[in-house]
């Protein structure tokens, strides 16, 4: 998709993916914190 995005130059496009990708990064990283502090009571 962003791959097409990029070969059409379509710049709105490309935008929404990067913003798309860092929020779905951000939200990983949250998710792991998370679960980090679950299973790894004993690190604290």
Not at 8 to 28: E, K, R
């Amino acid at each position: 998709m962003i791959h097409d995005a990029q070969v059409q130059l379509d710049t709105t496009a490309i935008m929404a993916y990067m913003i798309m990708a860092g929020i779905v990064g951000f939200l990983m990283d949250r998710v792991v914190l998370v679960l980090e502090g679950m299973l790894l009571r004993w690190k604290r």
